[in-house]
Nanobody
Framework: QVQLVESGGGLVQAGGSLRLSCAAS???????MAWFRQAPGKEQEFVGG????????YYGDSVKGRFTISRDRAQNRAYLQMNSLKPEDSAVYYC????????????????????WGQGTQVTVSS
């Protein structure tokens, strides 16, 4: 069973930046990964995803141009760099992973992913 652990959340002012990190317990981490978020009273929302080879990234419309997803396979980690943060970005952010590839449609679907972290809270103050 792969364990995913997120870190890097916190409180930041609007316009600020945060970098979330997701550490995977398995070496030779050949997984596609994604970040989803959930705000109170709202559905879980796709934020961004990256294919297993790290060559293709996908983003939700609400974060495109502000957030960047990346990975370091040698360190078994994925990152979500969040810039120009807005109060509406406040949510619990979850790291997810699945073995093998994803595409532009499947990456946005929660059921695509087999492994989930516990989440990290991001709060953006106005």
């Amino acid at each position: 069973q792969v364990q995913l652990v997120e870190s890097g959340g916190g409180l930041v002012q609007a316009g600020g930046s945060l970098r979330l990190s997701c550490a995977a317990s398995e070496r030779n981490f050949v997984f596609s990964m994604a970040w989803f978020r959930q705000a109170p009273g709202k559905e879980q929302e796709f934020v961004g995803g990256i294919n297993w080879n790290g060559e293709t990234m996908y983003y939700g419309d609400s974060v495109k141009g502000r957030f960047t997803i990346s990975r370091d396979r040698a360190q078994n980690r994925a990152y979500l760099q969040m810039n120009s943060l807005k109060p509406e970005d406040s949510a619990v952010y979850y790291c997810t992973a699945r073995r093998g590839t994803v595409d532009a449609e499947s990456v946005r679907v929660k059921a695509t992913f087999d492994y989930w972290g516990q989440g990290t809270q991001v709060t953006v103050s106005s």
